[in-house]
């Protein structure tokens, strides 16, 4: 049994949706995608899908309020989340520490959720990207470096890493990779070993959500680069049963408003016989001064 | 006629009409995912002894698969990623006996290599046997490899590329498209990122199709698609072309004001079918005799001609 999505969930009386467990639905490995224009940075949703999984340090699941459920469901209205999950967490544009910090922020804890096993977090920037010097011996360190030289066993690294997490729950891990445009930018595999690596990927989680970039900027050109990134992008448009468009507020700078987030349908369609799960629609975001906690959504027009 | 083509495309679903290839494309704002499970759907009941489906991955996890397909009981299921296209074959050729009836299905065909396609697809065209697959179409990356590793120059090639070849080898192609266009704001221009149109990937799409017989003869036609019935709805060339031009004309209109500005269809046809003047003249026929450029004057009952009046002709 693992992790099935129910995207008519609301957050917080909110407009974000978390994945819901509802074991009945089977277990179907989805892929949430994240696409970010340049000028904004998707890390804020990352954490959220992170903390709808494994709740904060209180041990009560974030962002749950009694009365903006949704109707009936596992989850019912007015409960706790039945549910918890291990979360595999993966960056190729940012370091252990910055997450460390910014989950700290939100009241999670992660070096404390590290070491009981239900946190794993991947470095694929460090060493990968560029030589960052090793951790003072006090800070707390991710479990795992990615490096070019290994690429081809990073799969059974990070599947033996995953082995290694708390049983306590019977749900397979979610798996959140941030940045996943950057192994073709470097040059660390052809496109096509991208996608095989996402459904590897997809194979050890329950819940897969992935951020690239959806800049036109990068997308659109004649060069082989940005060839590579359209067919990246698009390959993954396909594999989604849910799109998360992150942007910048089209009419410049606003106090109250950070940008605009759009939710649509991707290409996987919800199957035979099944009601498609995702509530489309497009809101704007507040982020404030870092603080993950300081996040809202809310309808356009409203604040 | 057009009765003969408004089922042809539900009995090629249901593998009642022979299309050994299948091809369905899609767009970045429709898949053909629901297309591809309407042939599982059609052929799911018939008893695993005497028809199989095999299913071939190459982007979709089994348990993805499983979750899409529900409880099927003659479905195969191949991971085909990293795998050899010898071992694939030989996979297929395991699971389908030589004179079993079969639908072979292939999630997506991107990741094939636009010089090893023809290799990798006769095999999988078997007697008694359709092999449906996707083609997922990008805006402009139509030629790009993706097994290509980053920075290597391609050399400009004039092998044609990956879609060409399908389209010349499947016998029946099925392009899919959303049924209304994307309203497009000056907001997503100005946005200078890619956005999922909103309502994309919809249950309900419209399939061009065309269908090439062993004679030779295509059929063509354009239907709209609803997964969610299970129905292909034929439409009429002259709808289908409105559908396709402006699927939103007669909504924009709606609510404008209290006037009807709608056409029904009775009301379409009879002004399609009005004779212009000005068309007979533009063919030169005029009087059954062609005339060129000149102006022709043709006399009427009340015109006072005098013959012998010099002034009176004016040309």
Redesign the interface.
């Known amino acids: 049994m693992s992790i099935?999505s129910d995207l008519l969930r609301v957050f917080d009386g909110k407009y974000l949706p978390v994945p819901a467990a509802s074991p009945d639905?089977?277990?179907?490995?989805?892929l949430l995608l994240i696409?970010?224009?340049?000028e904004t940075n998707a890390s804020w949703l990352l954490q959220h899908f992170a903390r709808s999984c494994i709740g904060n340090s209180t041990g009560r699941s974030i962002g749950r309020r009694a009365d903006s459920l949704g109707g009936g469901g596992e989850t019912g209205a007015g409960g706790d989340r039945h549910w918890r999950a291990p979360v595999v967490f993966l960056s190729f544009v940012q370091e252990f520490q910055f997450y460390a910090r910014s989950f700290k922020k939100t009241g999670v804890d992660v070096s404390s959720l590290i070491q009981k096993k239900s946190f794993l977090y991947i470095d694929g920037f460090s060493k990968l990207v560029c030589d960052l010097p090793p951790a003072a011996a006090s800070e707390s360190r991710p479990e795992l470096y990615l490096r070019a030289e290994n690429k081809d066993k990073w799969i059974q690294q990070i599947a033996n890493a995953v082995a290694g997490l708390s049983k306590t729950t019977s749900y397979r891990p979610m798996v959140i990779v941030e940045g996943i445009e950057m192994l073709?930018?470097?040059?660390i595999?052809?496109?096509?070993?991208i996608?095989?690596f996402v459904?590897d990927l997809?194979?050890i989680a329950g819940i897969s959500v992935i951020s690239v970039s959806?800049?036109?900027?990068v997308?659109?050109g004649a060069t082989?680069?940005s060839?590579?990134q359209?067919?990246l992008?698009?390959?993954l448009?396909?594999?989604a049963s849910a799109?998360f468009?992150i942007?910048?507020l089209?009419s410049g700078y606003a106090k109250d408003v950070t940008g605009?987030i759009?939710i649509?349908?991707?290409?996987?369609?919800?199957?035979?016989?099944k009601a498609?799960s995702i509530d489309?629609?497009?809101y704007h975001y507040f982020v404030g001064e870092g603080n993950l906690s300081g996040v809202r959504v809310f309808e356009k027009g409203h604040s | 006629m057009q009765q003969h083509t408004g089922s042809i495309l539900s009995r090629i679903v249901a593998l009642k009409d022979v299309s050994p290839f299948v091809l369905l494309q899609?767009a970045?704002e429709q898949?053909a995912?629901?297309v591809l499970?309407e042939f599982?759907?059609r052929n799911k009941e018939r008893s695993p002894a005497e028809f199989r489906i095999v299913y071939l991955s190459f982007?979709?996890?089994?348990?993805?698969v499983?979750?899409?397909?529900?409880p099927v009981r003659n479905v195969e299921f191949v991971a085909c990623?990293?795998m050899a296209h010898a071992a694939i074959h030989q996979k297929v050729a395991s699971l389908i006996s030589s004179n079993q009836k079969s639908l072979i299905v292939i999630d997506?065909l991107?990741?094939i290599r636009s010089g090893a396609l023809a290799s990798f697809i006769a095999p999988l065209i078997r007697p008694h046997s359709t092999l449906v697959a996707v083609l997922?179409n990008?805006?402009?990356?139509t030629r790009?490899d993706?097994?290509?590793?980053?920075?290597?120059?391609?050399k400009s090639s004039y092998a044609p590329s990956l879609k060409t070849q399908l389209l010349y080898l499947a016998t029946t192609i099925i392009t899919v498209s959303p049924t209304a266009r994307a309203d497009i704001d000056e907001?997503e221009i100005?946005?200078?990122?890619?956005?999922?149109?909103?309502?994309?990937?919809?249950?309900t799409c419209l399939l061009e199709f065309v269908h090439r017989r062993k004679s030779g003869r295509a059929v063509e036609g354009t239907f709209e698609f609803d997964?969610a019935r299970h129905e292909f709805t034929y439409l009429p060339p002259r709808r289908a072309q409105s559908k396709a031009d402006d699927g939103q004309g007669e909504a924009l209109i709606d609510g404008l004001t209290t006037f009807n500005l709608g056409t029904t269809e009775k009301q379409r046809l009879a002004r399609e079918n009005v004779e212009l003047p000005y068309l007979a003249a533009q063919e030169g026929e005029v009087l059954g005799a062609s005339v060129g450029g000149a102006i022709v004057y043709q006399f009427e009952k009340e015109d006072d001609y005098d013959e012998e009046d010099p002034y009176e002709d004016p040309f």
């Open positions: 099935s639905q089977g277990d179907d490995s989805q696409t970010a224009s340049l073709h930018v470097l040059g595999w052809p496109v096509q070993e996608l095989d459904s997809q194979e959806g800049s036109n900027a997308l659109r082989s680069l060839q590579g359209e067919a992008f698009f390959s448009l396909n594999r799109v468009s942007r910048s089209d605009v759009r649509t349908k991707g290409g996987q369609p919800s199957g035979d016989g498609p489309e629609g497009e | 899609d970045p898949t995912k629901y499970l599982v759907h982007e979709t996890p089994e348990r993805a499983k979750g899409m397909l529900g990623r990293r997506s991107n990741s997922h990008f805006p402009t990356a790009y993706m097994t290509k590793p980053t920075g290597s120059t391609q907001d100005a946005a200078g990122t890619y956005l999922v149109p909103l309502g994309a990937h919809a249950r997964f």
